[in-house]
């Protein structure tokens, strides 16, 4: 595990721009055909974050995000941004099919669910088990709004990112083909996935929210 990060919660004030770097990154290709350029996607995403859907890794001095787990519960993900948000950074004709592909991504939590997204860690940082720690923090935050699992999604060009959720406990419920958005998002598999967590009494999800 790496000792020189400290692990929290919520998207310090300041730091929007590195944490949409991080997730272009790690997702740029699954997000290039709604968002991209790259630039603008990157701004779109910083300027439309969710601050408190997060949990974070960062530097000792909390100067910098080098790891971040977004997640959405209560009605609200870390990457927000609406239609009319779209079409305001896109425009008309460029925005309405960017609204559609969104759409789908979207993915909505059932009762007592958290729902992930991907973890997005700092290449430099990699390798030191702060995906591991991330995971920790979302489990911690889903049974304290009283969830009793986490539910996530990993496409099927990501198989080292499967293999730590399944060391984590998550296991693969159903696997969803995507051949028509292979050439648009580069991937033709979805796999969701289920970790169980334990709901801590005293805790709801409306207290939470």
């Known amino acids: 595990m790496d000792a020189a990060v400290v692990i929290g919660r919520g998207v310090p004030r300041g730091a929007e721009e590195q944490v949409a770097e991080l997730y272009w990154e790690a997702f740029g290709r699954k997000l290039g055909a709604a968002l991209g350029p790259p ?12 601050h408190d859907r997060a949990a974070v890794a960062l530097t000792p001095g909390g100067d910098r995000v080098v790891g971040v787990a977004g997640y959405r519960l209560g009605g609200r993900a870390l990457t927000g941004g609406g239609a009319r948000d779209v079409l305001r950074a896109y425009g008309l004709f460029r925005g309405l099919p960017r609204i559609a592909l969104l759409a789908l991504l979207e993915r909505t939590p059932e009762p007592g669910e958290l729902v992930m997204d991907g973890i997005a860690v700092d290449p430099a940082h990699r390798g030191a088990g702060i995906g591991s720690l991330l995971l ?8 304290e709004h009283g969830c009793s699992r986490v539910r996530l999604d990993v496409i099927d060009v990501n198989p080292r990112a499967r293999a730590l959720y399944e060391r984590h406990g998550f296991s693969a419920v159903r696997t969803e083909q ?4 292979e050439r648009l998002m580069g991937f033709g598999s979805v796999t969701t996935m289920h970790r169980a967590v334990e709901a801590r009494p005293g805790h709801t999800l409306e207290q939470q929210r």
């Open 39 to 50: 630039e603008r996607g990157r701004a779109f995403i910083a300027g439309h974050l969710h």
């Open 136 to 143: 920790a923090q979302i489990a911690a935050v889903a049974a």
């Open 178 to 181: 995507t051949p028509y958005l």
